[in-house]
Structure formats: structure tokens, C-alpha cells
């Protein structure tokens, strides 16, 4: 059983559509992290939330923490093909140290 | 350097071989961790290092598997005696240390067991 669960697992949609992808947990998070993946790539940070309800906004992404530090959304508006990647979001456990969980992950594919 | 280099980027092992995989993490970062990594999948954590000390290897899947970082800086994680299914992209990170900062990834070794 994963720790952190996305969905969806799998997105593809086309230019300039909007999408939401969700990370849910049981467990409450100290801080929480999004990162993007290219093929043969390390994960790219992308953000860290740390206060429960915090909003921020990268451009076009829009990331939110959940009042209760146990969820997060990443939101892309008006997607672009340069958006494909492996989206991931992981956390770091309430007295857990600096050790991060991963998600399942959210392939995502922006096609022209 | 300006980012944590892995070596090699492949590597093919026959089964029953032991193989080492490098880590060169971002000069001056504290913590070094060590991920596994299936296709499509997150990253399953491994082993994580603050300096030189060995602080959590909980995610290592057997004794078969051995990482060091006795300097505090370049890292080696070795597998012995591979098995099929130890095949997967081994990535390593580094971080300056503390809850708010990200991670920085290498690009990963990927590993073949044939």
C-alpha cells in the first residue's frame, strides 16, 4: 500500500485544456513538494508547500496543501505540450526527519 | 559541480554479479539519499545520509544491498549477487539539509539484469 496515492495515474489531453491532479494520503505531511520527471531524467522540484490551505502559483500551475496537511492538487491551466512529463508529489512524515515519500505518480501528455 | 552526477548511466550485470553505482552529490549538501525507481512509477526510498553517518537504510529490500559515504561526500551503493529483479533506475539526491528544502536528483544509473 502506497503512502501517497495520485490520480489520475494516467492523463493524456490536448493543448490548452485545464486539468487537476490529486495526491491523498491518510497521514499528515510537515511539508509536501511537487516535482516534474523527463524521460531519463532525475525529478525537477517544482514547489514546496509547508502551512496547511497554502496556495501557490508557478505561471500556470496552481498548487495546493489541504487544511489538514494530508492532500495536495496541482492544477495546470491552458496545458502545453512542454507540460509532458511524470508529475510526482511527495512529503515528508510528521517526525519523519528530511526522508521524502514519493507518490504513485501522474503520467501526463500534452498533445498538439 | 552544479549538479549530483551518477555513474555509470547503464548498466547491464548478469545475474549473480555484484555491481557498484556511484554518487556525486552538490558540494556543501549535508544529506545524500539513495532511490529506486520502476518505469512510471515514484521513487521508493532506499538509505539516507547526513554527512558521513548512515541515518536511515529502512527502504534497502535485503542484505544484499550496501551503500557508504565514508567522507561525507561521494556515495557508492552496491548491489551483490544481482537478481532480476533488482533491475530499475537507482537515482541518488542530495539537499542542503532541513524540511524546506527540495531534493536535487541525479540522473540515475539504470540497471540490467540479464
Known amino acids: 500500500t502506497q503512502l501517497l496515492e495520485q490520480s489520475p495515474q494516467f492523463l493524456s489531453i490536448q493543448e490548452g485544456e485545464n486539468l487537476t491532479v490529486y495526491c491523498n494520503s491518510s497521514s499528515v505531511f510537515s511539508s509536501l513538494q511537487w516535482y516534474r520527471q523527463e524521460p531519463g531524467e532525475g525529478p525537477v522540484l517544482l514547489v514546496t508547500v509547508v502551512t496547511g490551505g497554502e496556495v501557490k502559483k508557478l505561471k500556470r500551475l496552481t498548487f495546493q496543501f489541504g487544511d489538514a496537511r494530508k492532500d495536495s492538487s496541482l492544477h495546470i491551466t491552458a496545458a502545453q505540450p512542454g507540460d509532458t512529463g511524470l508529475y510526482l508529489c511527495a512529503g515528508r512524515l510528521t517526525g519523519g526527519g528530511n526522508k521524502l515519500t514519493f507518490g504513485t505518480g501522474t503520467q501526463l501528455k500534452v498533445e498538439l | 559541480g552544479a549538479g549530483v552526477s551518477q555513474s555509470p548511466r547503464y548498466k547491464v550485470a548478469k545475474r549473480g554479479q555484484d555491481v557498484a553505482l556511484r554518487c556525486d552529490p552538490i558540494?556543501?549538501?549535508?544529506?545524500l539519499f539513495w532511490y529506486q525507481q520502476a518505469l512510471g512509477q515514484g521513487p521508493e526510498f532506499l538509505t539516507y545520509f547526513q554527512n558521513e553517518a548512515q541515518l536511515d537504510k529502512s527502504g534497502l529490500p535485503s542484505d544484499r544491498f550496501f551503500a557508504e559515504r565514508p567522507e561525507g561526500s561521494v556515495s557508492t551503493l552496491k548491489i551483490q549477487r544481482t537478481q532480476q529483479e533488482d533491475s530499475a533506475v537507482y537515482l541518488c539526491a542530495s539537499s542542503l539539509g532541513g524540511q524546506s528544502y527540495g531534493y536535487t536528483f541525479g540522473s540515475g544509473t539504470r540497471l540490467t539484469v540479464v
Open positions: 558540494s556543501g549538501h549535508v544529506s
